[in-house]
């Protein structure tokens, strides 16, 4: 009985985030996190980006660039619970 009092009560671990910069800093508006079991997605705002409430796992970053710029993909992007995962700068090519 104790036991099943204790578990009841039990929080569960609060999501991760990836964050980073997109250079140009103009070259693209939306992001997104794709792994097997989430997907997430972000505006990005004056270059930098967080996409928020994401489940643990590895992702893949894809970024839409605006013409001239193309799609930029960053892979094997690991997220851990309550943990901001910074990918840094992310560099578009034309």
Do not use: H
């Not at 991760?16 to 792994?35: C, M, T």
């Not at 505006?43 to 967080?50: A, L, P, S």
């Amino acid at each position: 009985m104790c036991s099943m009092l204790i578990s009841a009560f039990i929080i569960p671990a609060p999501p991760g985030s990836i964050r980073g910069r997109v250079v140009p800093y103009n070259a693209a508006l939306n992001v997104w996190a794709v792994s097997d079991a989430d997907t997430g997605r972000s505006t990005i705002m004056n270059g930098e980006f967080e996409i928020k409430n994401l489940r643990p796992g590895r992702y893949r970053v894809i970024i839409d660039g605006r013409k001239p710029y193309k799609i930029t993909t960053r892979p094997d992007v690991i997220v851990n619970d309550s943990a901001v995962t910074n990918v840094g700068d992310i560099i578009l090519d034309q």
